[in-house]
């Protein structure tokens, strides 16, 4: 079963950084094209950063220069580092995976937490 895990989420001070890490399962990793979402209270998911399976990256313009998605596929783990964190990053993040083959099955981690406070 594909199974999506997110973890490094917590709190940070304005300006800091954090990385978070999304481990895959179910050998689909390979195949797929990964993405982080994030959804603050009272808001609609959106997307933050994806990546394809050769590494083509694209970013929602409220993080160009600050956050970098990467993947490495012998870890079946996608990144997000994120970098000048601000108050409006404040979302639970969520790890997606959409496979190019096929249907193009689509899997969601649970999220993980990322509070930017002083």
């Known amino acids: 079963q594909v199974q999506l895990v997110e973890s490094g989420g917590g709190l940070v001070q304005p300006g800091g950084s954090l990385r978070l890490s999304c481990a895959a399962s179910?050998?689909?990793?390979?195949?797929?094209?990964m993405g982080w979402y994030r959804q603050a209270p009272g808001k609609e998911r959106e997307s933050v950063a994806t990546?394809?399976?050769?590494?083509?990256?694209n970013y929602a313009d409220s993080v160009k220069g600050r956050f970098t998605i990467s993947r490495d596929n012998a870890k079946n783990t996608v990144y997000l580092q994120m970098n000048g964190l601000k108050p409006e990053d404040t979302a639970v993040y969520y790890c997606?995976?959409?496979?190019?083959?096929?249907?193009?099955?689509?899997?969601w981690g649970q999220g993980t937490q990322v509070t930017v406070s002083s």
């Open positions: 997606n995976s959409r496979m190019v083959v096929g249907l193009g099955a689509e899997y």
């Open positions: 179910g050998n689909i990793f390979g195949i797929s094209n």
């Open positions: 990546i394809t399976t050769h590494s083509s990256t």
